[in-house]
């Protein structure tokens, strides 16, 4: 996963970390803004989308170790 913008979430989150796709379904979005991360696994596609008090992922956090506890973490501890 490339973090496409900064984000509180992605605290402690190394940009390229990976994390656990099932299928391959993904958003797609016209307002680059929006774009949060983005994953390349064949093609390049938005795995992740936030404004404001939202903060959405295509991918499972609970699966993915260590680093999708740490997103949850952030989640928890976050202060929009």
């Known amino acids: 996963m490339k973090q496409a913008a900064s984000h509180a979430l ?19 979005t016209k ?5 949060r991360g983005t994953t390349d696994y064949g093609l390049s596609f938005t795995c992740t989308v936030a ?15 260590i680093a999708g506890l740490r997103l949850l973490a952030n989640f928890l501890n976050w202060n929009p």
């Open 10 to 28: 992605w605290s402690g989150i190394e940009d390229g970390t990976r994390f656990y796709f099932v299928h391959s379904y993904f958003p797609q």
């Open 31 to 35: 307002e680059a803004a929006l774009i």
């Open 51 to 65: 404004r404001d008090n939202v903060f959405a992922v295509q991918f499972h956090p609970e699966k993915s170790d």
